[in-house]
């Protein structure tokens, strides 16, 4: 027979199935949102497809906070680095700005307070010779000691030594002997006096001076030795302070610094030459006790008071050991360590670059090197050589210490004057005092905070997840009903049907509400006009079965026990009809009304059907005799009438 199928039969026959399910799932469902249970009902395909989403766009937020707090963290980490770096360039250069100043003004201060003794020695002398007709070298320095030790103090040194040497000819070199023997107990005393110099008393000074101008002879054994070429000689003569030196047990009073010292003899015909006071280059001097780098330098002394004439000649000489180190004591306060300094000497020529004779060979006296560490008030020494950190030659300061500006073509073949250079360097131990835990302070803060945040990321996630899970469950529970409640064909035009509607109206009706379930699925609001689902099918069979004495039975009966009843015989019926592929089309009261050959048009539609009937018919007398031990003995008694419509 003809038979239309539309979603109102599709209602109808599953709405005592919808019953059941409703009732056995509505303990799990009734603890859940009310907004959950007006949602939409979606396609469990489409809610996988969304949770897939979700779930890469969680991992791409997880992406995007590890790289922002590694790259936030990475950019503080390495700003605050830099900021130190650049505080503790800035310091350093403050330090070695200061260092140099200091020393240069040192320096300065000394070379003018230089100048001013050869000028208060020569115009002192100029004045004797006036009013007693003396003449050099025959003059002896009144108070030598308190002029000496002012010059002293202005050399910026502790122990500076400072020593007299008249300029004595060949002629003059006995006179000279008897001269220095006279004055030196004179002067010794005055000293001795000044000084408060208790060691040895001036007896004892006496005995171990060598009454004639001599040298300590090399080659025999180092013994007090008569200078005895021709020629100028330079004895000392005055000296401060007083006493020997060097762990000398003699005094220096006579010796020839010209045939004694190299260096100061090439000094001397330096300063002659220029007319200038001359610095020699830095030497290590070596006594009992300790090593200590120093330099030598020369004032020349003229015959008279006008130092800037130019027929002026040189009379005397005053020579100075300068000490470097206490140069660059108290330059710092403490806590302000590693200041790296390098004392250069080198000939201008040498230093410069400039070319030189070929007839002139460069040796190793031409430029030393002494190194000096700077700890606040204090300096060491480090050595002979530059021991500064090569990581720090990009920071170091240079600037010239002592340039006595002296023509180098008025000196003597082979010789010249050394310019003093001071190069200032950091060190690691600077550069560590300004390295503080704020890098790792600050990286930690940043790390905290995306920390904090993406904790606050994952509740959250958690939580939306939680709700999206409940979500599903809905979903599927929802597909589960539509699945035993309606064929898969007719519940995939449902869906389609769904989805346009959704596409049309955002899933919402003209009241404004959201749509439900079965407005959605059944289609009654009807929304834009949409046809019900109605199918013509031409050739099915229609079973029909009803319970005998169901009437009776059930007025003698609890409504628990009718339910208990209809819902173990339709449930049986429901399999039956799965396993012959039987829709049911619906039940109502005692009355079960199935079809064969739809939705699924088959050609055995009628076969189908009766052999469906008959199941139930063997079925209907299983299920009651079993039901009877809790229904009641007539329960058995229950029979099912069928009829089949072709």
């Excluded at 599953?14 to 009310?34: F, L, N, P, Y």
């Excluded at 949770?51 to 937020?61: I, M, Q």
């Excluded at 040498?350 to 002139?360: F, N």
């Amino acid at each position: 027979m003809p038979y239309y199928s539309s979603a109102e039969d599709d209602e109808r026959s599953a709405t005592s199935t919808k019953s059941q399910v409703t009732q056995q799932s509505s303990h799990s469902s009734s603890g859940g949102d009310d907004d959950i249970q007006q949602n939409l009902y979606t396609s469990p395909v489409v809610g996988k497809r969304e949770e897939a989403n979700v779930l890469r766009a969680r991992g791409l937020v997880a992406i995007i906070l590890l790289v922002a707090a590694t790259g936030v963290a990475t950019a503080a980490y390495l700003l605050v680095k830099q900021q130190e770096r650049r505080d503790f360039e800035n310091q350093f250069k403050a330090y070695a700005t200061q260092v140099i100043t200091v020393t240069r003004s040192k320096a300065d201060q000394f070379f003018d307070a230089l100048d001013v003794f050869a000028s208060s020695i020569g115009a002192q002398a100029a004045a004797e010779h006036a009013s007693h007709n003396t003449s050099w070298p025959f003059y002896r320095i009144p108070e030598w000691s308190v002029q000496a030790e002012k010059l002293a103090q202005l050399t910026g040194v502790d122990e500076p030594i400072v020593a007299l040497s008249p300029l004595v000819h060949e002629h003059e070199k006995d006179q000279w002997n008897r001269f220095a023997a006279e004055q030196n107990p004179v002067w010794y005393q005055e000293s001795i006096e000044h000084e408060g110099y208790t060691e040895l008393t001036l007896v004892e000074l006496l005995q171990r001076t060598i009454p004639f101008v001599h040298f300590y002879d090399p080659e025999n054994d180092f013994r007090p030795t008569p200078v005895s070429r021709p020629g100028e000689i330079l004895p000392v003569f005055q000296a401060y302070p007083i006493g020997p030196i060097q762990g000398v047990p003699v005094m220096t009073t006579n010796v020839d610094v010209l045939i004694s010292s190299q260096q100061t003899e090439e000094l001397y015909h330096i300063a002659k030459a220029t007319r200038r006071p001359t610095i020699g280059f830095t030497q290590i001097n070596i006594d009992l006790e300790t090593t200590i780098p120093g330099s030598q330098i020369i004032q020349p002394i003229f015959d008279g008071a006008d130092t800037k004439a130019e027929t002026r000649k040189v009379v005397a000489i005053t020579g100075i050991r300068l000490h470097w180190l206490d140069y660059f004591k108290n330059l710092l306060t403490e806590g302000e360590d590693g200041i790296v300094v390098v004392l250069e000497s080198a000939c201008p020529k040498l230093s410069q670059g400039a070319a030189r004779p070929v007839s002139h060979v460069v040796t190793e006296s031409e430029r030393n090197i002494i190194t000096y560490q700077v700890d606040g008030p204090n300096a060491v020494f480090l050595g002979e050589d530059d021991f500064h950190d090569p990581n720090y030659d990009a920071q170091v300061m240079s600037e010239p210490f002592i340039d006595l500006d002296i023509d180098q073509s008025q000196l003597p073949e082979g010789s010249c004057v050394p310019v003093l250079t001071l190069h200032v360097y950091p060190s690691a131990e600077l550069e560590e005092s300004f390295k503080t835990n704020n890098d790792i302070l600050y990286t930690a803060v940043v790390v905290v905070i995306f920390a904090f945040t993406s904790l606050v990321f994952l509740l959250y996630d958690f939580s939306v997840g939680r709700r999206q899970r409940t979500v599903m469950d809905r979903i599927a529970k929802q597909d589960r009903i539509v699945s035993d409640v309606f064929p898969t064909a007719i519940r995939d035009r449902l869906y389609e049907n769904q989805a346009k509607n959704m596409m049309n109206t955002n899933g919402v009706e003209e009241d404004g509400g959201p749509l439900g379930l079965d407005e959605v699925f059944y289609g009654t609001s009807n929304i834009n006009g949409s046809a019900p689902l109605a199918d013509l099918f031409p050739s099915v069979t229609v079973v029909f079965a009803d319970l005998v004495g169901f009437t009776a039975w059930s007025s003698a009966r609890e409504p628990h026990q009718v339910f208990i009843l209809l819902e173990t015989i339709y449930g049986a019926f429901d399999k039956l009809a799965y396993r012959h592929g039987v829709f049911k089309v619906e039940t109502v009261g005692d009355c079960y009304v199935a079809a064969a050959g739809l939705p699924e048009p088959t050609d055995d539609h009628a076969v189908v059907a009766c052999r469906f009937a008959r199941d139930c018919l063997q079925k209907m007398t299983d299920v009651t005799l079993k039901l009877e031990v809790s229904l009641g003995p007539d329960t058995s008694e229950l029979d099912l009438r069928t009829g089949i419509h072709r």
